[in-house]
């Protein structure tokens, strides 16, 4: 005999299978995945750029001629007795005049010779005399040049003209040439002269203690921005120089320090300063090419207080309505040199058999700095290895949902204010004459700034960048 069920339980049974097939997929599945493992970043390499200070060097030459003045004055040469029948007194009547022309130091020295002359016929003839006066100019040239060691070294020659007609004193019967007598007298004291040029211009340019002072002077730090702490620091490396230049009534040399600059903040830096000024090297031109290193941070604080609040609470529809994604709470830190992206999700498929999710995923990136609109950004981002294990077998339909796409969009990281706040303290501190100390000052310019490189540390995104321009140390006491 046939059973018959009734209507009742066929309803029933009806209602267990659609639970038992429905149930399943209503389930939200837990997907806590763990963080990578922890790595050390790669220690940064932050790529030194080489700088080049100026430090114009400009003696006038009327320092040079005022101090000859004083030293070589009135009697030069004279003789105490006759030789030959003449005797001579040399004497400086005006003042030594002194020009800088095509790279060589010029004087023009005003004498007055004075010239007694004697003859005696027979030894019991009187003796006869006579005298003479005349002027004359003697003109030298004076080549200028620095060893490898900062001295100054000159080398000076010079002659004088006794023109179409040259001296000579007629006594009695006999007619004396003096010309060849007093070259005798004067060529001898000429070159002591010209050795007396060489000592005072050698005294007078001292180009190693302007060397000295600015060697030392770039070594002070000082402080370029104190809103942020900020101080310059300079580590000089060596130094050079275009060649002695003598002309416009001034010596003058540009000097270049080659150095590395760069920017640090916190308290007052103590740098251990080298006071030995290296030797010399030789150039043809003059290079002042300013980079100075330049520093922004974005602490991981700051950043996942950030993305919170652009990005917490919020609910995405990814790939065309198929999911909705709440995020709950995001933060960031760093983990070897990738940006670590923690979420922790609710979602769901919206097409299909309705499944939902809940837990934690990573997702890591690579930071990099974006001169355009100085920013720090994430490039590459990607779930963590663990988080797509975790994934694949519980919730693979997230993998390929998009969420990283729109998490990408808000990781860029502002660092316009901070960077040009601190370009703007270094150009007002070396565009305004600030002083290094009592005998040095800055002078320069900032022209641009260009991304070096970005690295991370246990606390924040370290993001460098190159200031470019000129600059000059301007010596005005020593």
Same mark, same amino acid.
Not at 17 to 23: A, G, H, I, K
Not at 197 to 208: A, H, L, M
């Given at each position: ?21 429905? =149930? ?25 750029? =080489? ?11 009327s ?57 005696q ?51 009695g ?5 003096l ?34 002072k ?5 070594q ?21 120089a ?11 040399m ?22 030995t ?121 997230? =993998? ?11 990781l ?45 540390t246990?606390f ?17 006491? =020593?």
């Open positions: 005999m046939k059973k018959i069920f009734a209507p009742k339980y066929i309803v029933l049974i009806g209602f267990a299978w659609t639970v038992s097939v429905l =149930l399943p997929s209503c389930k939200t599945v837990n997907i806590n995945s763990k963080p990578p493992d922890k790595e050390l970043a790669t220690a940064p390499r932050i790529p030194q750029v =080489l700088s080049v200070i100026n430090v114009p060097v400009s003696i006038p030459v320092q040079i001629q005022n101090r000859i003045n004083q030293e070589l004055n009135g009697i030069i040469y004279k003789d105490d007795q006759f030789k030959n029948n003449i005797k001579m007194t040399v004497t400086k009547t005006g003042t030594i005049v002194v020009t800088a022309d095509n790279n060589l130091l010029n004087f023009s020295i005003p004498l007055h010779i004075n010239v007694q002359g004697q003859y016929p027979c030894t019991i003839c009187p003796t006869l005399s006579k005298s003479a006066e005349f002027d004359i100019v003697i003109k030298t040239s004076s080549s200028v040049s620095v060893t490898q060691a900062w001295q100054v070294q000159t080398k000076t020659s010079g002659d004088y003209d006794w023109g179409q007609q040259k001296p000579n004193l007629s006594i019967p006999i007619n004396i040439p010309s060849s007598v007093i070259d005798l007298a004067l060529k001898p004291q000429m070159d002591k002269i010209f050795a007396r040029f060489d000592q005072e211009i050698q005294n007078r340019i001292s180009i190693k203690d302007y060397v000295q600015a060697w030392v002077a770039a002070s730090p000082f402080m370029i921005d104190k809103t942020y702490n900020t101080w310059l620091i300079i580590n000089p490396v060596g130094v050079s275009t060649a002695l230049q003598a002309k416009a009534g001034q010596i003058s540009s000097i270049g320090i080659k150095s590395y600059i760069s920017t640090i903040s916190g308290d007052m830096p103590h740098p251990v300063v080298n006071n000024v290296p030797q010399l090297e030789q150039n043809t031109g003059t290079d002042n090419s300013f980079n100075a290193t330049l520093s922004g941070e974005v602490t991981y604080a700051f950043a996942s207080q950030m993305l919170q609040s652009q990005v917490g609470g919020q609910t995405y529809t990814l790939d065309d309505n198929k999911y909705s994604m709440k995020v709950d709470s995001i933060s960031l830190s760093g983990n070897a040199d990738y940006i670590l992206i923690r979420l922790d999700l609710e979602g769901k498929q919206l097409t299909g058999n309705h499944k939902t999710i809940k837990g934690t995923v990573y997702m890591q990136g690579v930071p990099y700095y974006d001169p355009e609109d100085m920013t720090i950004k994430v490039k590459n981002l990607d779930y963590s290895v663990k988080t797509k294990n975790v994934l694949i077998k519980s919730a693979g339909w997230l =993998l390929k949902a998009g969420l990283e796409n729109e998490v990408r969009k808000h860029v990281f502002p660092l316009k204010d901070k960077l040009e706040d601190t370009r703007q303290a270094l150009q007002k501190s070396i565009n305004n004459n600030v002083r290094i100390n009592d005998n040095a000052y800055f002078k320069g310019n900032v022209n641009s700034i260009e991304p070096l490189a970005i690295y991370l246990p924040s995104i370290m993001a460098t960048v190159n200031a470019k321009g000129t600059v000059t140390i301007v010596i005005d006491k =020593l």
